[in-house]
Every structure is written in C-alpha cells, then in structure tokens.
C-alpha cells in the first residue's frame, strides 16, 4: 500500500502450518511515515544507524536525485499493530534498477526498527518480506548488505531470510558493565590495558590530557574541520580511499553533528593535551550503545605511542559511566579491535534478481564477493593488492 489510502493493502501469509500474517504499507515521502519512525525509534529497537534524523539527512543530502524513497511499514495483520519499518530505495545502476537500504554509504548496519522485542522465526520473516516485496515498485534486483544478525539481542528478520547468507563483512564491539574505572583492566585484554595506561602517562609528560566532548556549535565546527585535516593526512599517506573526500558526504557529516548538539545522538569528541588535539572520533549513542565511526589521529604527536587506541579507551569510560553498556567499533577486521579484546560477528547479504539483467548483476556480486574473500585468505596476496591499490590512489592524489 503506497501512501494514497485507496489503494490495496497487502496481505500475505508465510505459508502453509503457519499463521503469521503482515500486511504492507509503501511510503514515499519521510513526512507521512515519520510520527510512527519516531515511535519506534523511542519505544521499539533501532540502531543509532536508523535514527530518524540520520537517516532524514541521507535522504536530503546524499541519496541520487533520480532515486526513489522507498519506506516499508510492516503491520500485524490481526491486530493492525506496526511490526517494524524498512528504509529502502530504488536507483539506477548500470542499466538496471536495484532496490538496496537508505544508506548511501554513511550506515554501517542495514536493520529494520523493530516495534518490540517479539522473538522472529525463519517463518514471520519469511512472511513479513513476502508482505515488504509485494508493495515494492519494479526492479531488476535487490542488495541489502551490512544486515547484523541481531538487533538489542532480537533476531534480525533479514537475517533469518533463506535468500541471506553470510558476507565478506564483520563488525566488533565489547559490552561493557561494572565501574567505569576499572572498565578497561576487566574487558579488555590485559596487553590493552597495560599498554592503555602507559600510553596515558606518556601523553601526560605533554600537558595535562583531556577527552573533551564538543557541547557548542563552535567546538563541533573546531573538532569536525581537525577530524577532517587528521583523518584525509592519514589516509593519503596510507593511500586509502575515504568517503569523507566528497563534498556531500562532509556536509551531510557536518549538519549531523551540529544537529545532533539538541538530544546528544551524535557527539565529537577530541582527546587533547592542553589546546593540541591528539585525536577527534566522530559517534552515534541510541539506547544503550556507542557506535564509534568516524576516527581521525595525530599518528606523529609522540613516538610509538597510539593516541586512536587511547581515545577509544577514554571513550569507554565515558560511556560506562553514563551507563551505555555497549561499545561498537564498526565494521572492518582491523588489528586494533582484536588487540582491544572486542567481539566479532558476520554481516549477512541479501541478493534477490527479478529480472535476466538482475541475475546478471547478482552473479558478477556474488563473483566479486568470492574473489575478495579467496583474496583476503591468502595474506601475501592480499598485502600485494593493497600495496598496489594504496599506489594507484597516491598517483591519482
């Protein structure tokens, strides 16, 4: 059903010996969805991914301009009770059209807001996507990637599709619980922690050290332009390519963080000595989690002495002691999240084709999938790509 109110309602069942049944709403504006989004958004499960603001700014700023928004709300079909949303749209990509998440490349998880935290079988998911793809406009094919398995401990019901299967992709994080202050000698690794509080000290032989969170709409213009000098420098060097070199996506990062100033959901903070900035992290808080996304750092202030690692470590303190008892690090198999002691866990993808040209564009994913993780498997290989892609960008620069 789209948001014109005479036109059908889906209804669809999950199949035989099952009862579950949803019906299907399609929303093309965010305006006519967002008094539900935002009841959600307070009351169900949602990752700080899925927030209305952040994903409104996607919308506004990043999404195509020849892109469709395509926002599915899914509804008990009994009791009319909303189950959850899904943020989707539908694009052009060489020649064909695909249905994907709202995401644009500034949303590491692709996860519905659930209304609650009523389990999900393979069976209600099967049936609530059947709902979902009969209110979804034509398209060739559809690519959901980043989709966690679990959201606040609840099943993800993409997650649980027979069409999902496991990526090249992981995210870590460690839950934290307990004092704030002896946080990081119980959950981290005890080399962490040794070399955390001796990093510290070191720091501190500069001047007085401090993990500052930006509260003005000045500070945040100071810390977002350091974290933008600090991390493009790092990443040149390495010759890595970052999003944050397109316009749009500095300014969508920008207006999120001056907006966030009104209800905390994004915050900058700087680990500095006295008025020099070791280091700036860019993050979202929704519930009880901290996800750390954007990091920028000062890899030259003091010798053998990481102030990225430092600043995640005073971040956790912060955030415990606020009582959050989540610590996301994202995706990415980076050496450092395992030298913390963090948690890792699979993404899952979904690639559905529709169409001959859709099941063309699906195989050469799948391909494309599979010569990257046959890559990755053999680390020699896997160093000389990179060595040769990390030169190629430092031309291109």
């Not at 169900?44 to 990043?62: K, N, P, S």
């Not at 060489?94 to 249905?99: K, M, P």
Request: net charge positive; charged share 20%.
């Amino acid at each position: 059903m789209t948001d014109r109110p005479d036109v059908p309602v889906s209804l669809v069942a999950a199949g035989t010996g099952t009862s579950a049944r949803y019906t299907a709403r399609l929303h093309t504006s965010l305006d006519s969805v967002k008094p539900l989004w935002l009841r959600l958004e307070a009351n169900g499960l949602c990752t700080g991914h899925q927030a209305f603001a952040w994903v409104e700014g996607i919308a506004r700023r990043l999404m195509p301009k020849s892109a469709d928004l395509l926002v599915v709300e899914v509804n008990d079909a009994a009791t009319g009770a909303p189950a959850m949303l899904l943020p989707l749209m539908r694009r052009r990509a060489l020649g064909h059209h695909v249905i994907e998440w709202l995401s644009c490349g500034v949303c590491d998880y692709s996860a519905p807001l659930l209304a609650d935290a009523t389990p999900w079988t393979q069976q209600s998911a099967a049936a609530a996507w059947a709902a979902v793809r009969a209110v979804l406009p034509p398209a060739d094919r559809i690519h959901v990637a980043g989709i966690p398995q679990r959201i606040h401990g609840v099943a993800n019901p993409l997650a649980l599709l027979s069409a999902s299967r496991d990526s090249i992709q992981i995210a870590s994080g460690l839950a934290m619980d307990g004092e704030p202050e002896t946080l990081i000698k119980r959950i981290c690794k005890s080399s962490f922690a040794k070399n955390f509080h001796k990093h510290c000290r070191r720091f501190e032989q500069m001047g007085k050290l401090d993990l500052v969170e930006a509260r003005t709409p000045d500070m945040v213009e100071k810390q977002f332009a350091t974290l933008l000098e600090l991390r493009l420098n790092r990443f040149r060097e390495l010759g890595r390519f970052d999003l944050l070199t397109q316009a749009p996506v500095v300014a969508f990062y920008r207006d999120a963080a001056l907006q966030g100033l009104s209800d905390g959901s994004v915050r900058l903070f700087g680990l500095r000595v006295g008025e020099a900035y070791l280091a700036v992290i860019y993050v979202l808080i929704m519930k009880d989690t901290l996800h750390a996304l954007l990091l920028g750092i000062d890899q030259d202030a003091v010798a053998n002495t990481p102030p990225g690692l430092t600043t995640i470590g005073k971040l956790m303190m912060w955030a415990r002691a606020r009582g959050l008892n989540y610590f996301d690090l994202s995706v990415g198999g980076q050496g450092y999240k395992r030298h913390i002691g963090a948690s890792s866990a699979v993404l899952a993808e979904l690639c559905e084709a529709m169409t001959l040209r859709g099941r063309g564009a699906t195989a050469y994913i799948k391909l494309r999938g599979k010569t990257e993780l046959f890559v990755r498997s053999r680390p020699g290989l896997f160093k000389a790509v990179q060595g040769v892609m990390r030169r190629l960008r430092r031309l291109k620069n």
